[in-house]
């Protein structure tokens, strides 16, 4: 019939090459979070994190704490507004640091966001260094 089926141009097949990788990826790592292993792991790192949150939340040097899922935030009271990358900030991280544990504070504010195959004493290591970090600032 003389009419020649097109194949698209070299240019846009790694794009569409890519955007399908991506698609994938994006659908297996939705797959593995709809586990029952990584839900498990959610509800517990969240339980826990309610139960130090009732813990230290009535510390004369938290302003206010907050759980959503498996994220844990505390911000620390202050005498002035804290600024991203002000001196308690960098006292914060630095003790962490040195303690072993990588909690990059924002300002006042410090974030837990731990993976979720965390160990429970990976977790309390984390929590009881927030506890002596508040007793020293």
Do not use: C, M, W
Request: charged residues 25%.
């Amino acid at each position: 019939d003389g009419v020649r089926e097109r194949k698209p141009t070299s240019a846009s097949d790694p794009v569409r090459i890519s955007k399908l990788l991506r698609t994938k990826a994006a659908l297996s790592a939705i797959s593995i979070l709809e586990t029952p292993e990584i839900q498990n792991a959610i509800f517990h790192i969240n339980k826990k994190h309610l139960a130090f949150q009732n813990k230290i939340n009535n510390h004369p040097r938290i302003k206010t704490t907050r759980v959503l899922g498996v994220i844990f935030a505390l911000e620390i009271k202050t005498e002035s507004e804290a600024s991203y990358y002000g001196n308690l900030r960098n006292a914060l991280y630095r003790f962490f640091i040195e303690n072993g544990i990588i909690l990059r504070p924002v300002g006042n504010i410090v974030y837990i966001l731990p993976p979720y195959i965390i160990e429970d004493e990976q977790l309390e290591k984390i929590y009881a260094t927030i506890e002596q970090v508040l007793e020293i600032i």
